[in-house]
């Protein structure tokens, strides 16, 4: 990110920038195209309300499989997000993954687990501009 924005300020330094030439250099650091990304956060308006269900199942090897069931409202069908999601092992252990989470509805399987879930924290520290609603399954 720091690079990201070094090679910003250098390029234009001086110059009148546009949101598209900061689409640019930020799509030359990833990699890829970031259309999605800024038709949804740039240039769009909607804020997405997730509702979210967890169950955790018993797996292979005492392991534990968690399934989230996510319901994506307030924004266009086509809106998708990387959210951060934390899962509680219990004894000072956690999960950590991002998920993706498109469209009206999203079911996603977690990488299996080495303990029964605790609990599970959707968004944690708030990292995506969001109302997170936790539902029951």
Not at 19 to 44: L, P
Request: glycine content about 8%.
């Amino acid at each position: 990110f720091t690079a990201m924005m070094q090679d910003f300020f250098s390029t234009y330094r001086g110059r009148r920038a546009s949101t598209e030439d900061f689409q640019r250099v930020v799509e030359r650091h990833i990699g890829m195209s970031m259309d999605w990304f800024f038709k949804q956060w740039v240039y769009g308006t909607g804020i997405p309300t997730y509702r979210v269900a967890s169950k955790a199942d018993p797996a292979e090897n005492g392991q534990y499989r968690v399934t989230l069931r996510v319901e994506q409202e307030n924004v266009p069908d086509d809106f998708q997000m990387y959210v951060p999601v934390t899962v509680d092992l219990g004894q000072n252990r956690q999960g950590r993954f991002r998920v993706n989470v498109r469209g009206p509805r999203s079911e996603i399987v977690l990488p299996l687990l080495p303990a029964e879930p605790k609990g599970l924290k959707f968004n944690e520290l708030e990292g995506v501009l969001c109302e997170v609603k936790m539902v029951g399954w």
